[in-house]
C-alpha cells in the first residue's frame, strides 16, 4: 500500500503500516488455523469409519463366537473409501 502522505508524520506512517502488516499476518494465520482444524475434522471422520469397519468385520471375534478374521490394508482402504497410501505398511 501506497500512501501519498505529505501531511502524515513518519510515526503515524509507521503505525498504520504495522497495522496493516499485522492485519495481513492474523489473516494469513486464521487460514492457516481453519486448515489445521479442517484436517483434524477429517482426520476423526476417517478414523471413526475405520473404527466401525474393523468392529463390523470382527463382531464374531469381540463376542467370543469365532476367529479372529483377517483385515488387510487394501480391505480397509476398499471398504472406507480411503486411498491405500494413507495406511502405513
Given at each position: 500500500?501506497?500512501?501519498?502522505?505529505?501531511?502524515?508524520?513518519?510515526?503515524?506512517?509507521?503505525?498504520?503500516?504495522?497495522k496493516?502488516?499485522?492485519?495481513?499476518?492474523?489473516?494469513k494465520?486464521?487460514?492457516?488455523?481453519?486448515?489445521?482444524?479442517?484436517?483434524?475434522?477429517?482426520?476423526?471422520?476417517?478414523?471413526?469409519?475405520?473404527?466401525?469397519?474393523?468392529?463390523?468385520s470382527?463382531?464374531?471375534?469381540?463376542?467370543?463366537?469365532?476367529?479372529?478374521?483377517?483385515?488387510?490394508?487394501?480391505?480397509?482402504?476398499?471398504?472406507?473409501?480411503?486411498?491405500?497410501?494413507?495406511?502405513?505398511?
Amino acid at each position: 500500500m501506497i500512501l501519498n502522505d505529505r501531511f502524515l508524520n513518519e510515526t503515524l506512517y509507521q503505525m498504520i503500516a504495522e497495522k496493516i502488516k499485522t492485519e495481513k499476518d492474523e489473516n494469513k494465520d486464521l487460514i492457516e488455523e481453519k486448515n489445521i482444524i479442517s484436517g483434524l475434522k477429517k482426520r476423526e471422520e476417517s478414523l471413526v469409519e475405520i473404527g466401525k469397519i474393523i468392529l463390523r468385520s470382527q463382531t464374531s471375534y469381540l463376542e467370543g463366537k469365532g476367529p479372529l478374521l483377517p483385515l488387510g490394508i487394501s480391505d480397509l482402504a476398499t471398504k472406507s473409501n480411503l486411498s491405500k497410501s494413507l495406511f502405513p505398511d
